[in-house]
């Protein structure tokens, strides 16, 4: 696999001229694949991409550690491998393995936040990047994985009217065909917006076994969904379908909370308002704000949200597996 310095020499002799299929193949050698992800891919086993900003930005040290090894191994027992994708040293690295995680984990907040924007200053600095939705999109993409899990997407901030507070992660789903499996969008945003601003970017969103698009924090945002899915082979033939029609949107799979862990949503909301208006009143902005807002509504909840994401993430991560496992029986 690539070096540190091999990377960033073939990075610098890419040429332009190349054509798709030449450009995608020499695109790949530009990134670190982990050998038990390597495999998979070229045995057209099942394959779950997983972001990173969740491990150095989500939660404190150990239990962000402790969180990315249990969920790895809900997508191994479920049949698929999981492939966490980080920027280490300036190389992208697709599955990491321990000593990998562990000092991800560890470095914690000093990692940068990296999305599609920041991918090349991250690289071109030989820095440490933690992936977010945008960017596990495009490392993703680039090595042919269709499934990432996470535990909820970015989307339009509440007042974007006035910040024009936007995601990337919207408009990178709609370019890139990958499925992503969520738990809604973070109950910190502006929903109904968000679900709008998704059908302009043709994301075809679907909520799983229900027919209400999910609040992140709780199973019940008030918004219905535009769509609706029963089981992972439904997921499965969409995600085909979308692949064989050559559609270059993507797809957002969204699973509500288990419920033992939607309770709180009232309390959640509560704290979630009174974040808001602290971080207004700070001026916490950028990508700077949803972190702000997460560890607020966690101090001001007890950790009780905190347990709650945690919750959702390996509830995704379970389903998510079983979607790619059955998505591979088809292809």
């Known amino acids: 696999m690539a070096s540190s310095s091999s990377a960033h020499s073939r990075i610098s002799n890419l040429q332009n001229h190349l054509s798709p299929l030449e450009a995608n193949n020499k695109l790949r050698s530009l990134v670190k694949i982990s050998p038990e992800v390597s495999e998979a891919i070229s045995n057209g086993r099942a394959v779950v991409a997983l972001e990173s900003t969740i491990i150095s930005h989500g939660m404190p040290y150990p239990q962000n550690l402790q969180t990315a090894k249990e969920v790895e191994s809900i997508v191994r027992e479920n049949g698929a491998v999981p492939a966490t994708i980080a920027i280490l040293n300036g190389v992208p690295c697709i599955g990491l393995n321990e000593e990998e995680l562990e000092r991800l984990a560890s470095l914690g907040k000093s990692v940068q936040k990296t999305a599609g924007r920041d991918i090349a200053h991250v690289v071109a600095t030989r820095g440490n990047g933690a992936t977010t939705v945008s960017a596990t999109l495009f490392f993703a993409s680039m090595v042919g994985i269709k499934v990432f899990v996470t535990g909820g997407i970015g989307g339009v901030h509440r007042h974007a009217n006035h910040s024009m507070d936007i995601s990337s992660d919207l408009t990178a789903l709609g370019r890139t065909p990958i499925a992503v499996i969520s738990a809604g969008v973070k109950s910190i945003l502006d929903i109904p917006k968000t679900l709008?601003?998704?059908?302009?970017?043709?994301?075809?969103?679907?909520?799983?076994?229900?027919?209400?698009?999910?609040?992140?924090?709780?199973?019940?945002?008030?918004?219905?969904?535009?769509?609706?899915?029963?089981?992972?082979?439904?997921?499965?033939?969409?995600?085909?379908?979308?692949?064989?029609?050559?559609?270059?949107?993507?797809?957002?799979?969204?699973?509500?909370?288990?419920?033992?862990?939607?309770?709180?949503?009232?309390?959640?909301?509560?704290?979630?308002?009174?974040?808001?208006?602290?971080?207004?009143?700070?001026?916490?902005?950028?990508?700077?704000?949803?972190?702000?807002?997460?560890?607020?509504?966690?101090?001001?909840t007890g950790g009780t949200s905190l347990a709650a994401n945690i919750a959702l993430v390996k509830n995704n991560a379970l389903i998510g597996s079983q979607i790619a496992v059955a998505l591979s029986q088809l292809m």
């Open 196 to 300: 709008e601003y998704l059908e302009t970017q043709e994301v075809y969103v679907a909520a799983y076994k229900s027919d209400e698009f999910p609040a992140f924090f709780t199973e019940k945002s008030g918004c219905k969904a535009p769509s609706r899915v029963d089981s992972p082979e439904d997921c499965a033939r969409v995600i085909d379908a979308n692949t064989k029609l050559n559609r270059q949107a993507g797809i957002l799979f969204s699973v509500p909370i288990p419920k033992q862990h939607s309770a709180a949503g009232n309390l959640i909301e509560s704290a979630t308002q009174r974040a808001l208006t602290e971080a207004r009143e700070q001026n916490v902005t950028g990508n700077a704000e949803t972190p702000f807002l997460l560890a607020r509504v966690n101090e001001l």
